[in-house]
């Protein structure tokens, strides 16, 4: 009763924000500034009423109350209380709460920072309650979250077996955060176009806003896959799923978006490129919300499935609609300020990488909407999956990985040859050094398997794309650490410190710039994590007690088959010794749970990390015909590096966030100025203690 | 210069391209395997299935094992005595493969899309869509060349003094 009269007050706040937003634009005058403040007032107290409405639903599922349909469809008494917490954004109604309250908290912080630019923040401020009506309108009368049951129950159905899993109490949080993030750039760029804002402010207030919420779309992406890998049993963390490229489609228009307001910025270009990358780019969230929720496409993630995809193309069509208009009547205002002076230029590399996100982004698209089209069209659907994705992507992000390395050491306007041939042969030769070690130790290019044949090889890819990624890999760290060396050795010499102190001042002085490089480093790990791929190995066995599995340099071998039963679930595990060459390694213990209150069943997989590779092993089940356990075990190469990637370029990202620090001054010499000191009459710091 | 970016981009482009790929049918078994999907609605692909009781992957990969003449053993000891791979003969052609088990299983079973009609377009959009987006880039970048420079709006007013210290920056830096 509550929640359901703060969502419809919410509503009513949220609608008068935007009004009163409206006729404030229209009127410009005293009055409307007076309306525009009264309708930040509003915007105000809508996060209050969303955020009651949010902890009413919260509580409802902490005390078990079944008398909401929604609390009754995704939690049970047995559920763990964390797990209730994640039943808010479990279900279609409890989701898009969730996205209408992190919404109202951006636009809650957007408000009380109103200082920063009152009339930018005002029409800011409209735009977003335009979008949070949308969702209140959805949480009010088309997927309310407080709908009652006729009859009450006294136990719940439980929340879906794959969310019970701590990765997923903060990955779709996370992933959320990102998605609705990007609302506050894409609403600064359209008021700043519709209000004709002059100069670049808008994009050094939104930066900030952009990059937290890349971060936490990274998060949230990384999460993601990292539950996939460790939950679904499938053996990899990253399938082509249509809602998992839905994650991916805004984080590549956003770090497009990234990269290319920096032309603008430094350039005064890429002025209308920029503002259709954040439209699109919020565009694109949307749309990851809808194949999310709506269930338009088959997905292993399809928790939420309903009839509210028309509400949200509508959205769509709507939001499409503004920004071509807008962009149409002020287009005028977005005339570059500067020309490209020479295609081997900074500004060149942006371009080719825009262009090669666009055109990735442009591809998965392709693929995650093609059986949508291909049903419109012949009349049922036409699957598209990891070879297909795998194919079109990969020979694309191979080039992208070679302008990350390449773009840092073009300089912005144009680059001489001889300060390219400077920059380029030390990270060229190291990456050609390590492109010929590679072959020595047996991973030859041209051929298309390994003896350890593998389903990479299987979709399509040769290990021509391994040895690729791991060259080119190379090159970007070689190039990003040439550029931190060079800075400081430049350095060193004027503040008369080592090459790493110069270098720690060199990052502080320009944490945006030394930053973006980490994050290139940790993008170049991510790529060399990627083409262990080719090198994974997979077996799957019937074992018994004492029976052995061999997998590369491990033995496996069955100790104990068990079985368990609890409020919560009923589970048949695995006790398995495992050796690596001969050596006892540990002890592993696949699980597969069946989850009482709606009978899934679950893989707990058995993951033992190393740097270099994981032995990853699965209960796979049992063989009907005899009743002996199954038992799946892959090897899989460089997996670490791939979440050791994300977390240095979720480093680099936050060192970006981080303000310079002032340049250091360079001390005199004691020898000369303590003596000039006395002369003066003076006594330095320090010399009387 | 521009010579050297040429050769270097036509290298990289040719590396890209090249890459082959292996014909054993123990590879041909991972490689069509790993194209077509499992059909009970789990969302997985066919060698990927760890669907507890599955009724449909094992039949499956049992047929497609059939069919190439070649392949690991997923679950030991039900290959050979399985009645649902009858009369069938391994096939040369990949694509016969596939069609086969899009006639068998379902269009939605086989996750690439073929080669002919829509299914094409697939295939052809996306680089289709990058080689525009090149020519597009390439335009916008001849446009910029041969556009006269706008002055800077602050041009007049520039410090002396601060246009030194610019120069010195630039040089010092590069940028």
Known sequence: MLGSFCLLFALGLASYCLVVGIVAAVRKDSRGDRLAETGRRAGMASFVAITAAALALVWSALNNDFSLAYIYGHTNRALPTPYKLAALWSGQEGSLLFWSWLLASYGFVLRLRHKVDRKLVANTSMILAGIQVFFLILVNFVANPFGLMDRVAADGKGLNALLQYPEMVIHPPMLYLGYVGFSVPFAFALAALMMRY???????????????????????ITLGAHWAYAVLGWGGYWGWDPVENASFFPWLTGTAFLHSVMMQEKRGMMKVWNV?????????????????????????????????????????????????VTYIINRKHLVAENKLESLVSRESSFLFNNLVLLAVTFAILCGTLFPILSEAVRGYKINVGPPFFNKVTIPMGLFLVFLTGVGPLLAWGSTSFASLRRNFTIPAALSLLVAVGLIVVDMRPWSGATQLGTWWSGIGISQFYSWMAIVLGTLVFACVASEFIRGGRVLREKLNTNLAGAMYHLTRRNMRRYGGYIAHIGFAVVVIGLAGLAFNQEKEQEMGLGDRLRIGHYELIGQAYTQDDNANYRSEAAQLDVYKDGKWLAQMNPEVRVY????????????????????????????????????????????????????ILICGTGLALVPNAAPVRATVPATVAVPAMKEHGMNPLGASK | MKRLAEILLLSCMIMLLMGADSNSNDERFERLGSKIMCTCSCSQMLLKCNHVGCPNSDPMIRQLRALVGGGRDIVNGLASSSSDIAGLRPMSNDEDVLNWFRKTWGVTAVVEPGSRGLELWAWILPPL??????????????????RPAQAPASAKKLDPHLEALRDRARRETEL
């Not at chain 1, 100069?199 to 936490?216: A, Q, S, Y």
């Not at chain 1, 994981?614 to 899989?636: E, Q, R």
């Open chain 1, 276 to 324: 259709w990358l954040i439209f699109v780019t919020f565009m694109l969230s949307i749309l990851g919300t809808l194949l999310t929720r709506a269930g338009l496409v088959s997905s292993v993630h399809a928790f939420a499935q309903s009839s509210i995809g028309s509400w949200f193309v509508t959205f769509l069509c709507i939001i499409f609609t503004v920004c071509l």
């Open chain 1, 596 to 647: 009482k209150a709606n009978e899934q069943p679950d893989h707990m997989v058995a993951i033992h990390h190393s740097a270099l590779e994981d032995l990853y092993v699965i209960y796979a089940g049992k063989n009907p015909d005899n009743g002996h356990t199954i038992i799946k075990a892959f090897v899989n190469p460089l997996v670490s590096f791939v979440w050791i990637g994300v977390l």
């Open chain 1, 198 to 220: 002059p100069g670049e402010k808008w994009i050094h207030i939104t930066r900030r806003w952009t990059m937290v919420t890349w971060l936490f779309l990274t998060c949230g």
């Open chain 2, 129 to 146: 869509a990058l080689t525009l987006g090149l020519f597009a880039v390439l335009f916008t970048m001849r446009n910029w060349r041969l």
